[in-house]
């Protein structure tokens, strides 16, 4: 990722220097130009075109988005409610992640999203534990975070 | 007491020490004709300085910034002293100030002035001095 990124920043520039014009404009033909290049060598470097890892990166933000104004109303529902008919309760959470950037974004995920909170992870980083506001089903949480925001976090660092 | 496991404020102080050391330098530079200069830049570096300590240990941090704050605070110290006695060469009064434009590739005509060596001094003196308090304090048991 990192090396094809410089990479066409390398021939955005070389672009630049052939054309002999240096603005803005002309930068960008010549990043877009390097892009189609590598794209078409995108076998010959290695792990996977790189604009698939930033459109994963996007998706990642709008769902975050998305989760955060859903949770925002339940919530509000919760706080509106006349009856406290909630079910608070702590829950483990073994995660697949291995980095330390991808557990500290998916705790702070599951933190800034309202009805769960990471209260602390294990010291050999496999497992969080997630205190909810109103779980009726654990294993429904669960699922809930593994098919959202690990699996967004997996396709960004493959 | 057994350690917890820092990895979320580990990894967040990892991305947010250099923004606030980049904000830092932007507010040193801006000290001449908007708010900032020498003293607050220098704090706001020591509170950089101030969250790594927070978020690793005093040893950690020595192997990160071997530097002995006593000395910076010495050096700026001088640094300030010598800038005010560099008018005396020119046969004008203690900390007569110079300044000149100059054109500058890529910042185009900038004015230079000896008052920021004086602040580079102030900058100095506020990272030791900041550093050195809350390092003593921290090592005494």
């Known amino acids: 990722m990192a090396f094809q990124l410089l990479l ?12 002999g014009t240096f603005n803005l404009a002309n930068f960008i033909i010549g990043y877009f130009l390097g892009m189609l290049v590598i794209f078409g060598m995108r076998r010959f470097l290695s792990g996977r ?23 925002n109303f339940e919530v509000l529902l919760i706080v509106l409610k006349p009856k406290m008919d909630m079910k ?30 990471v209260m602390d992870v294990s010291d050999d980083n496999e497992t969080l534990y997630i205190h909810a506001l109103n779980i009726p089903d654990v294993n ?3 699922s809930s975070i593994k098919d959202g925001f690990e699996k967004a976090i997996m396709e960004v660092s493959r | 007491m057994k350690k917890t496991n820092d990895v979320i404020l580990q990894t967040v ?11 830092s330098i932007h507010l040193f530079f801006a000290g001449h004709y908007t708010p900032g200069g020498g003293f607050i830049g ?18 950690t941090m020595n192997k990160i910034l071997p530097f002995d704050y006593k000395r910076m605070t010495a050096i700026g110290l001088l640094i300030a002293v010598l800038t005010a006695a560099g008018a005396l060469l020119f046969n004008v009064p203690f900390f007569t100030h110079a300044y000149d434009y100059f ?9 230079l002035h000896t008052a920021v060596l004086f602040d580079i ?10 550093m050195t308090i809350i390092q003593t304090i921290g090592e005494s048991e």
């Open chain 1, 140 to 142: 429904q949480a669960v």
């Open chain 1, 8 to 19: 066409n920043f390398f021939l955005a520039f070389l672009w630049m220097f052939m054309a």
């Open chain 1, 88 to 117: 608070p309760g702590i829950f483990k959470y073994d995660t697949e992640l291995k980095k330390d950037w991808e557990i500290t974004l998916l705790s702070l995920l599951i933190t800034l999203t309202p009805g769960t909170l």
């Open chain 2, 42 to 59: 220098g704090l706001m570096t020591a509170a950089a300085l101030v969250l790594l300590l927070l978020s690793y240990d005093i040893k």
């Open chain 2, 103 to 111: 054109d500058i590739p890529l910042l185009g005509e900038t004015s």
């Open chain 1, 49 to 71: 075109f790189y604009m698939g890892k930033i459109v994963a990166i996007i998706k990642l933000t709008l769902m975050f988005v998305w989760e955060l104004i859903k949770a």
């Open chain 2, 121 to 130: 001094g102030v900058y100095l003196v506020v990272i030791g001095i900041t």
């Open chain 2, 13 to 23: 102080t990892k991305i947010i020490s250099f923004i606030i050391i980049l904000f």
